[in-house]
């Protein structure tokens, strides 16, 4: 019963925890050093909240676009073909059981 407390806290605490507490820092630093210290930037952002609306609405689909390109167009066909095409690949891959 420990050692799967201790799967659900890592898969939990890797995948989800961490990933909102980067995003969370994230906001705050970009926070302080553009609405803060740009004072153009200060009329529009006057709060905090404001500015992690207008980032979230502006980065996610920004990051889910180039995600998108990057496993349609980019490293991950290019990566595919290269390992399709190297002489080891076959070799070195894990043999699958039918």
């Known amino acids: 019963m420990l050692l799967r407390w201790r799967t659900y806290f890592r898969r939990a605490h890797g995948t989800y925890l961490v990933l909102f507490a980067f995003f969370a820092n994230f906001i705050v630093i970009r926070y302080r050093l553009l609405a803060e210290h740009v004072p153009a930037l200060k009329p529009l952002f006057s709060s905090l909240t404001a500015f992690a609306i207008a980032l979230f609405l502006i980065y996610v689909p920004s ?26 690949s076959a070799e070195t891959s894990p043999k699958r059981r039918h």
């Open 63 to 88: 990051a889910v676009l180039i995600g998108r390109l990057d496993c349609k167009k980019f490293a991950v066909p290019i990566d595919s073909e290269l390992s399709a095409k190297h002489p080891l």
